[in-house]
């Protein structure tokens, strides 16, 4: 692929190898961009389907040259609406256009619910040769622990929580509570679950920003979606959407990814999928603009919530955290009010989902986690990791891409499924 300006190679590589990208890890891809010696693609050369460490460095050349040009995404903030005006839609901000979607239809949840265990077979799968092999053994011994420690770590449970139960597991043993393999394993499904607890993983109820601000009527809740690039922002944000329409609730999508066009397609696609409005900028606009563009929107519709998607990668680190910083403060200005800001992890990326949820921990206070791809890996033991390192609960779980394929999280039917 032959692209003529700096510009269209950094959307080239954006749409090229996103997924890559993520399977490195948010925290290496972001170094990668950060340095990279001089380019041995030549000039204007995107190649590949497989990107080598040279092409990463080119990707940072590329980032470096874009960077020199960065005006149009940082542009002063929108100012705020001066006390009594009307709430127009894009008259502060004008670089959102907002796209009517008159009288939308709510969709409607289609009506088999996904299970947990319908859907966790490769995980279940990876557990079952070890779990089998304990129980056959008709005795707890040394060849136990070794099976043991080795499917939680092979299943992304992660080493200090595997350590912990194995550890507790080991002294109730010794303490003679648990007498054979089959004890074992139900105290070991009852361990994961209790490391799973969290003290609160239910979702904002809706109407909390009006419930906590003086603002009374024209306040409206904002849900942030963060999260590294192909991890399921998009796609959660959508099947989020659909379940609030099928509840009766009006939402406006705001489009805040505007690093690449086909980003808000997609997003177009959710809205009428879903029944909600949308609010799209200008492609490399202004994401806090059309955030802000969305938030004045819900008000003069008296809609009950705006969603707002995020771009997952800037030029570097300090772009990506400076940028989510500024749309949590403008979606946070009256009447806009964010109450929860949801960070998406890929569940296939294991523990690299973690070294990502520390930049954006840093970013924004993040209210909860999306495990998304649970029905799609062996890893789901990443979320005992994700609550135990991250101190964060787990509040909705994706098993799938369709728009029903979302659930609140469940630790015992998690857990018993991979049983
Ligand atoms: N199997 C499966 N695929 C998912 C899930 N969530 C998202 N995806 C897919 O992951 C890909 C990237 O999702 P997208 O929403 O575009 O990610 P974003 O870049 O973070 O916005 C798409 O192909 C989605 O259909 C899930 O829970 N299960
Ligand atoms: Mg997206």
């Given at each position: 692929?032959v692209?003529a300006a700096?510009h269209?190679?950094?959307?080239g590589l ?12 948010a925290?290496?891809?972001l ?5 990279g010696?001089a380019?041995t ?5 995107v190649?590949?389907?497989v ?13 470096r040259v ?5 005006a149009a995404r940082?542009?002063?903030?929108p100012?705020?609406?001066p ?9 502060e901000?004008?670089a959102a256009e907002v796209?009517?979607?008159e ?12 299970t ?6 490769k995980?279940?799968g990876?557990?079952?040769g ?7 053994r008709?005795k707890?011994d040394?060849?136990?622990w ?8 092979r299943a ?11 550890d507790?597991?080991?002294a109730?043993?010794k303490?003679n509570?648990?007498?054979?393999p089959d004890?074992?394993?139900?105290a070991l ?7 799973l ?5 239910t979702?904002?109820p ?11 009527d024209r306040?409206v809740d ?24 099928a509840?009766?609730?009006?939402v ?15 997003l177009?696609?959710?809205a ?11 492609e490399g606009?202004?994401p ?5 563009d ?5 008000a ?9 998607d995020?771009a997952g990668?800037l030029?570097?680190?300090a772009?990506?955290?400076e ?5 949590r ?17 890929d569940?296939t990326?294991?523990?690299n ?6 930049v ?9 986690v999306v495990?998304t791809?649970?029905?799609g890996?062996a890893?789901?033991?990443?979320v ?9 609960p ?22 018993d499924?991979?049983?």
């Open positions: 692929m692209v700096a269209d190679v950094v959307v954006a749409v090229g190898i996103p997924v890559l990208v993520v399977a490195v890890g925290g290496v891809a170094r990668f961009r950060g340095r010696p380019s693609v030549p000039p204007g050369e190649a590949a389907d990107p080598t460490g040279a092409e990463l460095a080119a990707g940072a050349e590329a980032t874009a960077e020199a040009e960065p940082e542009g002063a903030e100012a705020p609406s006390a009594g005006a009307a709430p127009v839609p894009g008259a901000a004008p796209l009517p979607e009288a939308p239809e709510a969709a409607a949840l289609p009506e088999e619910a996904p947990y265990r319908g859907r966790l077979g995980a279940r990876l557990l079952a070890y779990l089998g092999a304990v129980r056959s008709g707890i040394a060849t136990t070794d099976d043991l420690e080795e499917a939680l770590i992304d449970v992660g080493v200090g929580a595997t350590d912990a139960i194995l507790d597991l080991r109730r043993v303490a509570e648990i007498a054979g004890a074992l394993l139900d499904r009852a361990d994961l679950a209790a490391a607890d969290a003290p609160d993983r979702l904002a809706m109407g909390s920003a009006r419930a906590g601000s003086d603002d009374g306040s904002v849900w942030l979606f963060v999260g590294v690039n192909g991890v399921g922002k998009t796609t959660t944000l959508g099947k989020v959407a659909t379940r609030l329409t509840g009766g609730a009006s406006v999508l705001a489009a805040g990814d505007t690093f690449r066009a086909a980003a808000g397609e997609q177009a696609l959710w009428s999928r879903s029944g909600s409005e949308i609010v799209r900028g200008a606009g202004d806090s603009s059309v955030v802000y969305a938030v004045q929107r819900a003069a519709r008296q809609a009950d919530i705006v969603l707002a995020t990668r030029h570097n680190k772009n990506l955290i940028e989510l910083k500024k749309i403060r403008v979606s946070d200005r009256a009447p806009g009010r964010v109450t929860e800001v949801l960070l998406v992890i569940a990326t294991g523990q989902g973690l070294a990502q949820a520390a954006f921990t840093e970013a924004v206070d993040v209210t909860g495990l791809k649970l029905d890996t890893k789901g033991g990443i005992v990791a994700i609550q135990r390192e991250l101190g964060l787990v509040k909705l779980v994706g098993l799938g891409e369709g728009p029903g394929d979302l659930v609140d999280f469940d630790p015992v039917s998690f857990v499924a991979l049983f």
